[in-house]
């Protein structure tokens, strides 16, 4: 069995703006974020869905409420959302809410880097998930194991639920997106996040997961 994930990540939103740590945290889309949501429901618009599945976050909703506006099927005949908690973004912790960059650098510090792409770069993104669960004080973020634990459980969520060449549309986060693409296609290049809005397709399989784009924003047929 194998189906099809159009995975979007949210529109722009205020946190996204003032460059805070926003992983279980929530804020408002911004106007960028409404405009990124309209972006790729028309990137999308002529896509078939079988099921629609989001996190269990007020960005996600939002985007998907505008995505969906630019859909060719009739409100009344849509398909209604499947959320959960398992799609959500990487759990920050203690440093929720805080600048990025100040986060960034005191996590990075004792392993010899100043921000998120110096990490990337000098080790990975998984061992950041473990870098950030170090530096934690409440021992609250998630770790590499811990987010692939739940993670593991998303995919299986959606295996349980699919059938063979069904085509699924997914809104979650950035850092879940890049996550998913180093794990099962390390030959892309994430150094760069997925911009908003932007689509990334995934062939999802009984024990595998495909990876056929990233961080597409119209650049090549969707």
Known sequence: MSFTVYMVRHGQTLFNSFQRMQGWCDSPLTDAGI???IHS??????KSFNAIYRSDTMRTKNTLIH??????????????????????????GFFEGQNTDKVMETVGLPYGCRTFLNILEKYSIEESR????????????????????????AFDFLRARQNDDDQVLLVGHGTAIRSIVSRYAPEINILKSPKNGSIT?????????EVSYYGNLGETPV
Do not use: C
């Open 130 to 153: 473990d870098f950030m669960k170090k530096a934690d004080p409440f021992d609250l973020a998630e770790d590499n194991q811990e987010f692939w634990d739940r993670y593991d459980k």
């Open 201 to 209: 397709k995934l062939i999802v399989h009984s024990d595998t997961i």
């Open 67 to 92: 995505l969906l506006k630019e859909s060719h099927v009739p409100e009344n005949t849509r398909l209604t959302p499947i959320e959960s908690d398992l799609f959500r973004e990487e759990f920050y």
């Open 41 to 46: 429901g028309k990137l999308l618009q002529d």
């Open 35 to 37: 405009d990124n949501a």
